[in-house]
C-alpha cells in the first residue's frame, strides 16, 4: 500500500535538521526500493521546513513504524508528522488504470 508521510519541521531547527542529515540519509537508503518520492519541503525562501515521503509499505503500522524510527523523529525535529494512504492514478506523465 502507498502511504504519504508528510512532516513539518519545528521552528528554527535548521542547526538540528542539517546535523542529522547524514544519518536520515543513511536511513532512507535502507528503505530505497520501497521509496517512489521524498526530499525536503521548502519555505517561501526555499529553506527546508519539512520533509515528504512516498513509500510503499504492508500497511500503515509499517508506515508509522518507518516514520517513528527516521533519525530526524527521533533528534526531535518535527513539529508534525501526517501519515495518509494514497492511491496514484498517475505517474511520470502517464494516467494509470484508476
Same mark, same amino acid.
Given at each position: ?7 513539518? =519541521?519545528?521552528?528554527? @531547527?535548521?542547526? /538540528?535538521? *542539517? ?6 540519509? #543513511? ?17 517561501? =525562501?526555499?529553506?527546508? @521546513?519539512?520533509? /515528504?515521503? *512516498? ?6 503500522? #509499517? ?36
Amino acid at each position: 500500500m502507498l502511504f504519504v508521510i508528510m512532516c513539518t =519541521d519545528k521552528p528554527d @531547527c535548521n542547526e /538540528l535538521r *542539517m546535523a542529522v542529515r547524514p544519518q536520515h540519509l #543513511a536511513y532512507l537508503k535502507t528503505y530505497e526500493k520501497y521509496i517512489k518520492v521524498c526530499g525536503p519541503l521548502l519555505n517561501k =525562501d526555499e529553506k527546508s @521546513c519539512g520533509s /515528504l515521503i *512516498m513509500i510503499e509499505m504492508d500497511d500503515r503500522a #509499517a508506515a508509522e513504524g518507518f516514520a517513528d524510527s527516521d533519525p530526524y523523529t527521533k533528534a526531535g525535529l518535527f513539529e508534525s508528522v501526517i501519515i495518509r494512504p494514497m492511491k496514484m492514478i498517475a505517474s511520470d506523465g502517464k494516467m494509470l488504470a484508476t
